[in-house]
């Protein structure tokens, strides 16, 4: 695929370059408007407002809907009024929710100038939600039945209305706004008799979501249930919108997004790569590194503490690397199983002992198993190969031993933490690699020589 872009990137801009509009019109309406967003997005932004006006109406409006932020609001910006009012009016309210969430106060001004007085409301209800949840980012277009309403007059009124709607497959049977079920188009085409009642053929037994829930779990229900859509309902279980499953792919694209980053440790961001100016880059992550060059100051206390017993033994320096090493990796396996199940609704706070009894295991069969290895490593590469003589059976035994324990305290901090940290109503995220890194290099040190001080300094 990203071969295909280039290539048409290329194609697009040799006939841009040759003025010849029409035939490239005639390639970008073959082609999906993901498609057409991607090679956008990759080709100057001087070029981007004039191939862009070469799209017909309705491929341009779903185009714009694909595009980055900041190719959207540069053409905006170099839109008139009346291609503004054209891109808006065939936008779903979601989409023109979601760009107006994106853009800049002016910007925004503009594109509510250019919007219909009930678009204008439908964008203002949605945007009183709370960010983050059900209700920011559903959509109020969607197909309601009455319940009166027989399978003939129910296709009349999709083929009515539909064509405006998000999704038209699955519709909501509702009486004074309540929700009351839902029906599908397979449903209704299959019932053979156009007067059979909707409420005959209607699934009673609705999964639906509230407003304020998390819009995370929306999407996990949408993957659990295999829904295209999922009703949205108010605290009277009024129904005011639904979130259909492309909204929800684009809400795990964006959690996992920021779940990486803070894994990786850094800020959240929700630029592209190449769209983000190495000032970007640089307050994103200089306050994470900031912070854990700080935290290791403690490493280095550590090391002070003990640097008369290393002087007597030098040859244990060598091994504080690899035993951090492990350490940090022992626990950030753990953490990054933990936070994925947590991510996924497998585990809560209240299985911790489970989860810390099974680490405890897995702990003790990867300690036993690096000790040995570590053991055969020391004795025949460090001490027969490289002639290392300083280097004893008990110097390896020393070294082996923290390596076990220090397995084990890693994995047992790499679980707990992101689960303590989910109960007290932090991102489990913020507890991953370098944060417990920096925990488990201190410990494994403080392991190590303690260890060290008991069987060789006596």
Same mark, same amino acid.
């Given at each position: 695929?990203?071969?295909?872009?280039?290539?048409?990137?290329?194609?697009?801009?040799?006939?841009?370059?040759?003025?010849?509009?029409?035939?490239?019109?005639?390639?970008?309406?073959?082609?999906?408007?993901?498609?057409?967003?991607?090679?956008?997005?990759?080709?100057?932004?001087?070029?981007?407002?004039?191939?862009?006006?070469?799209?017909?109406?309705?491929?341009?409006?779903?185009?714009?809907?694909?595009?980055?932020?900041?190719?959207?609001?540069?053409?905006?910006?170099?839109?008139?009024?009346?291609?503004?009012?054209?891109?808006?009016?065939?936008?779903?309210?979601?989409?023109?929710?979601?760009?107006?969430?994106?853009?800049?106060?002016?910007?925004?001004?503009?594109?509510?100038?250019?919007?219909?007085?009930?678009?204008?409301?439908?964008?203002?209800?949605?945007?009183?939600?709370?960010?983050?949840?059900?209700?920011?980012?559903?959509?109020?277009?969607?197909?309601?039945?009455?319940?009166?309403?027989?399978?003939?007059?129910?296709?009349?009124?999709?083929?009515?209305?539909?064509?405006?709607?998000?999704?038209?497959?699955?519709?909501?049977?509702?009486?004074?706004?309540?929700?009351?079920?839902?029906?599908?188009?397979?449903?209704?085409?299959?019932?053979?008799?156009?007067?059979?009642?909707?409420?005959?053929?209607?699934?009673?037994?609705?999964?639906?979501?509230?407003?304020?829930?998390?819009?995370?779990?929306?999407?996990?229900?949408?993957?659990?249930?295999?829904?295209?859509?999922?009703?949205?309902?108010?605290?009277?279980?009024?129904?005011?919108?639904?979130?259909?499953?492309?909204?929800?792919?684009?809400?795990?694209?964006?959690?996992?997004?920021?779940?990486?980053?803070?894994?990786?440790?850094?800020?959240?961001?929700?630029?592209?790569?190449?769209?983000?100016?190495?000032?970007?880059?640089?307050?994103?992550?200089?306050?994470?590194?900031? =912070?854990?060059?700080?935290? /290791?100051?403690?490493?280095?206390?550590? @090391? #002070?503490?003990?640097?008369? !017993? %290393?002087?007597?033994? +030098?040859?244990?320096?060598?091994?504080?690397?690899?035993?951090?090493?492990?350490?940090?990796?022992?626990?950030?396996?753990?953490?990054?199983?933990?936070?994925?199940?947590?991510?996924?609704?497998?585990?809560?706070?209240?299985?911790?002992?489970?989860?810390?009894?099974?680490?405890?295991?897995?702990?003790?069969?990867?300690?036993?198993?690096?000790?040995?290895?570590?053991?055969?490593?020391?004795?025949?590469?460090?001490?027969?190969?490289?002639?290392?003589?300083?280097?004893?059976?008990?110097?390896?035994?020393?070294?082996?031993?923290?390596?076990?324990?220090?397995?084990?305290?890693?994995?047992?901090?790499?679980?707990?933490?992101?689960?303590?940290?989910?109960? =007290?109503?932090?991102?489990? /995220?913020?507890?991953?690699?370098?944060? @417990? #890194?920096?925990?488990?290099? !201190? %410990?494994?040190?403080? +392991?190590?020589?303690?260890?060290?001080?008991?069987?060789?300094?006596?």
């Amino acid at each position: 695929m990203a071969e295909h872009n280039v290539t048409m990137e290329h194609t697009l801009k040799v006939l841009l370059t040759e003025k010849k509009y029409s035939t490239l019109k005639d390639i970008l309406v073959t082609m999906n408007p993901a498609d057409v967003a991607a090679v956008f997005d990759e080709i100057g932004d001087e070029s981007i407002p004039r191939l862009f006006r070469l799209l017909p109406k309705e491929l341009a409006a779903e185009t714009f809907v694909e595009m980055e932020p900041e190719v959207q609001e540069l053409l905006i910006r170099s839109f008139s009024d009346a291609e503004l009012h054209d891109v808006i009016e065939e936008l779903y309210v979601d989409d023109a929710v979601d760009l107006v969430e994106e853009m800049p106060a002016n910007v925004v001004k503009r594109i509510l100038a250019q919007a219909d007085p009930q678009m204008r409301r439908e964008i203002n209800d949605l945007l009183r939600y709370p960010e983050n949840s059900a209700g920011s980012i559903m959509t109020t277009e969607y197909v309601s039945l009455r319940p009166t309403m027989t399978v003939g007059e129910a296709i009349t009124r999709i083929r009515r209305t539909g064509v405006d709607k998000e999704t038209i497959y699955t519709c909501y049977v509702t009486q004074e706004r309540r929700l009351l079920g839902t029906v599908s188009v397979k449903d209704l085409l299959l019932a053979g008799d156009d007067d059979t009642p909707v409420t005959e053929i209607m699934d009673e037994h609705v999964i639906f979501v509230n407003t304020l829930d998390d819009q995370e779990k929306v999407a996990q229900m949408l993957s659990k249930y295999n829904f295209l859509a999922l009703p949205v309902v108010d605290n009277d279980r009024l129904l005011v919108g639904i979130i259909t499953f492309d909204d929800a792919m684009d809400v795990l694209e964006e959690e996992t997004t920021e779940d990486i980053e803070k894994m990786a440790g850094m800020l959240p961001s929700d630029k592209a790569y190449f769209r983000s100016s190495a000032w970007d880059l640089f307050k994103h992550r200089i306050p994470w590194l900031a =912070l854990l060059m700080i935290s /290791a100051t403690f490493t280095g206390m550590i @090391i #002070t503490g003990f640097e008369s !017993a %290393l002087a007597a033994q +030098v040859v244990l320096t060598a091994f504080i690397p690899m035993l951090m090493d492990t350490g940090g990796n022992s626990g950030s396996q753990a953490s990054v199983s933990v936070i994925r199940s947590l991510s996924l609704g497998e585990l809560e706070f209240a299985d911790m002992p489970r989860v810390v009894w099974k680490e405890i295991q897995t702990a003790v069969l990867c300690g036993l198993a690096l000790s040995i290895l570590c053991f055969c490593k020391i004795m025949l590469i460090d001490r027969m190969l490289f002639g290392n003589t300083d280097i004893t059976v008990m110097t390896a035994f020393v070294v082996c031993f923290t390596m076990a324990m220090t397995v084990l305290v890693a994995k047992i901090i790499g679980c707990s933490l992101p689960m303590c940290a989910q109960r =007290l109503g932090f991102d489990p /995220a913020v507890m991953a690699s370098p944060f @417990i #890194t920096t925990i488990v290099d !201190a %410990l494994s040190l403080l +392991v190590y020589f303690g260890i060290a001080s008991a069987l060789l300094f006596h």
